[in-house]
């Protein structure tokens, strides 16, 4: 493919000479970065894509899995650890744009102690910032999208020589002064890929981070413990205007088959998980699929509890609501994005239409569900009044919370091009796109508000709404597994720090005993 102008500048970088002198590639380390080292919020999620990675790879070579984040290792002690396993290539994924400084220094690191391992950057970043991930020429390959495809091919290359890398999907790469970035392709039957293996996750089991309680976080705050994430389809066919998922997982939704699905949860109630928490998008677009997932956790696990964290409104219905609760989910994550027609129609692009929203919610709180919903203020074309809109609409809903996000612009999506396109950015976005990463933070800066007066109004009306009554102070302290001390801590540094990074300290802490 052409040269991006962006390269025209660089130096003639590293290929590095170490790959091609690599016969064997024996020990394999997949990590990720430990982001409280640059981050004032800290990630002690399960490593679900390392491990599903591991179990792609395994059979080539030893893999190991290590995470920094769980006991939040120092970079000493990270350093010492890769030092001691010594392995031939290190895998680093980086699940955000938010991370790019800290994923940056830490294969800095690597680099600097390892010199000769070969280092693979996958993940988000690399999938929505490829150019700009490029430039490190620290590492050797990057991945873009879906790793099952590319990672074990590279593997297979690299003990070929690297020869030839032109037919390995999604792979990145130098040779000498030009950037290679091949064509992307998307796992076509996810049923062929293995389950996350957690047999090793360097000293940790599954069940070490499925007894973490989530404070603060109620998409991942369980019901029951220990508990374990899983995806079940990839894909987003819906074009709304802030969201990269399209380019990182594909515009065709693509499902795993309830059997499979079911399958995995046998192997994770094998293990000892109690309840198990879907990140897909689209959970319930299939719908015979979704139901026979439902009646299976029913038939074969009645004391399973089961949450999904994105559920599309216009998808639910009685027949699915009381299905869902009866099969042991009671909670329920809505992304409404907006209170105006106008907003969604013409400027989000979200097929949603609003007045079905507070019966579905009225009914969903009357079997039994908790709920959260989501909202999005500040897109450019966005009048003051229409933000306005939102939080009136938010307020008559019956959820138990509410939150408000700003709209922050993501590589690769279109509200990025729009804000590029229009300068409603600041000049340095995207060299330091790490610092200015947070749905608490305003950006964009319109005719209609400027950044402060929308940090200042979501803010104040997140807690004019969420604790206009005990009540409502009572629900939002228990789904986000809090007190009502910590609750009011909480409200205080949200309104002096304007929702930004107002949780200063680690916010997923261990569980009580």
């Given at each position: 493919?052409?040269?991006?102008?962006?390269?025209s500048?660089?130096?003639?970088?590293?290929?590095?000479?170490?790959?091609?002198?690599?016969?064997?590639?024996?020990?394999?380390?997949?990590?990720?970065?430990?982001?409280?080292?640059?981050?004032k919020?800290?990630?002690q999620?399960?490593?679900?894509?390392l491990?599903?990675l591991?179990?792609?790879?395994?059979?080539?070579?030893?893999?190991?899995?290590?995470?920094?984040?769980?006991?939040?290792?120092?970079?000493?002690?990270?350093?010492?650890?890769?030092?001691?396993?010594?392995?031939?290539?290190?895998?680093?994924?980086?699940?955000?744009?938010?991370?790019f400084?800290v994923?940056?220094?830490?294969?800095?690191?690597?680099?600097?102690?390892?010199?000769g391992?070969?280092?693979?950057?996958?993940?988000?970043?690399?999938?929505?910032?490829?150019?700009?991930?490029?430039?490190?020429?620290?590492?050797?390959?990057?991945?873009?999208?879906?790793?099952e495809?590319?990672?074990?091919?590279?593997?297979?290359?690299?003990?070929?020589?690297?020869?030839?890398?032109?037919?390995?999907?999604?792979?990145?790469?130098?040779?000498?002064?030009?950037?290679?970035?091949?064509k992307?392709?998307?796992?076509?039957?996810?049923?062929?890929?293995?389950?996350?293996?957690?047999?090793?996750i360097?000293?940790?089991?599954?069940c070490?981070?499925?007894?973490?309680?989530?404070?603060?976080?109620?998409?991942?705050?369980?019901?029951?413990?220990?508990?374990?994430?899983?995806?079940?389809?990839?894909?987003?066919?819906?074009?709304?205007?802030?969201?990269?998922?399209?380019?990182?997982?594909?515009?065709?939704?693509?499902?795993?088959?309830?059997?499979?699905?079911?399958?995995?949860?046998?192997?994770?109630?094998?293990?000892?998980?109690?309840?198990?928490?879907?990140?897909?998008?689209?959970?319930?677009?299939?719908?015979?699929?979704?139901?026979?997932?439902?009646?299976?956790?029913?038939?074969?696990h009645?004391?399973?509890?089961?949450?999904?964290?994105?559920?599309?409104?216009?998808?639910?219905?009685?027949?699915?609501?009381?299905?869902?609760?009866?099969?042991?989910?009671?909670?329920?994550?809505?992304?409404?994005?907006?209170?105006?027609?106008?907003?969604?129609?013409?400027?989000?692009?979200?097929?949603?239409?609003?007045?079905?929203?507070?019966?579905?919610?009225?009914?969903?709180?009357?079997?039994?569900?908790?709920?959260?919903?989501?909202?999005?203020?500040?897109f450019?074309?966005?009048t003051?009044?229409e933000i306005?809109?939102?939080?009136?609409?938010?307020?008559?809903?019956?959820?138990?919370?509410?939150?408000?996000?700003?709209a922050?612009?993501?590589?690769?999506?279109?509200?990025?091009?729009?804000?590029?396109?229009?300068?409603?950015?600041?000049?340095?976005?995207?060299?330091?796109?790490?610092?200015?990463?947070?749905y608490?933070?305003?950006?964009?800066t319109?005719?209609e508000?400027?950044?402060?007066?929308?940090?200042?109004?979501?803010?104040?009306?997140?807690?004019?709404?969420?604790?206009?009554?005990?009540?409502r102070?009572?629900?939002?302290?228990?789904?986000n597994?809090?007190?009502?001390?910590?609750?009011?801590?909480?409200?205080?540094?949200t309104?002096?720090n304007?929702?930004?990074?107002?949780?200063?300290?680690?916010?997923?802490s261990?569980?009580?005993?």
């Open positions: 493919m052409p040269v991006p102008k962006l390269f500048s660089l130096h003639p970088g590293r290929r590095s000479l170490v790959t091609a002198m690599i016969k064997e590639i024996k020990k394999i380390l997949l990590t990720q970065p430990n982001y409280a080292w640059l981050s919020r800290t990630w999620f399960p490593p679900y894509t491990c599903l591991k179990a792609v790879i395994k059979s080539q070579a030893e893999a190991i899995v290590f995470d920094p984040n769980f006991k939040n290792l120092s970079e000493e002690e990270t350093i010492k650890f890769l030092k001691t396993v010594n392995p031939d290539l290190i895998g680093v994924s980086s699940i955000s744009t938010e991370y400084n994923t940056r220094h830490t294969i800095a690191l690597i680099r600097k102690h390892l010199p391992t070969v280092i693979v950057l996958g993940g988000v970043l690399p999938t929505v910032m490829t150019e700009e991930a490029m430039k490190d020429r620290n590492v050797d390959y990057w991945i873009i999208g879906e790793g495809l590319a990672f074990p091919r590279l593997i297979e290359e690299l003990r070929k020589g690297a020869k030839d890398l032109s037919g390995i999907s999604g792979l990145a790469y130098w040779q000498g002064s030009t950037p290679v970035i091949n992307m392709e998307f796992v076509s039957d996810l049923d062929k890929v293995p389950f996350p293996d957690y047999s090793s360097a000293g940790l089991t599954l070490d981070y499925g007894n973490i309680k989530f404070k603060y976080a109620p998409g991942l705050l369980a019901r029951n413990y220990p508990s374990a994430v899983t995806i079940t389809s990839r894909g987003c066919p819906y074009r709304c205007i802030f969201c990269a998922g399209r380019t990182i997982s594909g515009e065709k939704v693509r499902f795993r088959s309830a059997e499979n699905v079911l399958n995995e949860i046998d192997y994770l109630y094998k293990q000892g998980i109690r309840e198990v928490i879907f990140l897909d998008d689209h959970f319930l677009a299939d719908r015979n699929r979704a139901i026979k997932i439902m009646n299976g956790i029913l038939e074969n009645r004391d399973l509890t089961w949450k999904c964290v994105n559920v599309t409104a216009w998808l639910l219905d009685e027949k699915i609501l009381k299905l869902m609760h009866k099969s042991g989910c009671n909670f329920i994550v809505v992304s409404i994005e907006s209170g105006s027609r106008r907003v969604l129609r013409d400027i989000i692009k979200k097929p949603i239409k609003l007045e079905n929203i507070p019966p579905i919610l009225k009914l969903a709180k009357s079997i039994g569900f908790d709920i959260i919903a989501n909202f999005v203020v500040g450019p074309g966005e003051w009044e306005r809109e939102t939080f009136a609409f938010a307020e008559k809903l019956e959820a138990d919370m509410v939150n408000f996000h700003i922050t612009p993501l590589p690769k999506t279109e509200l990025m091009d729009i804000c590029l396109r229009e300068k409603l950015l600041p000049s340095d976005y995207i060299e330091n796109i790490s610092r200015y990463s947070g608490g933070k305003g950006l964009i319109t005719e508000f400027t950044p402060f007066e929308l940090e200042v109004l979501r803010s104040y009306e997140w807690d004019r709404i969420n604790f206009s009554s005990d009540k102070k009572k629900a939002v302290a228990r789904i597994g809090i007190t009502a001390e910590e609750l009011e801590d909480w409200r205080v540094n309104r002096r304007l929702g930004v990074n107002s949780l200063v300290k680690n916010i997923m261990s569980p009580e005993k």
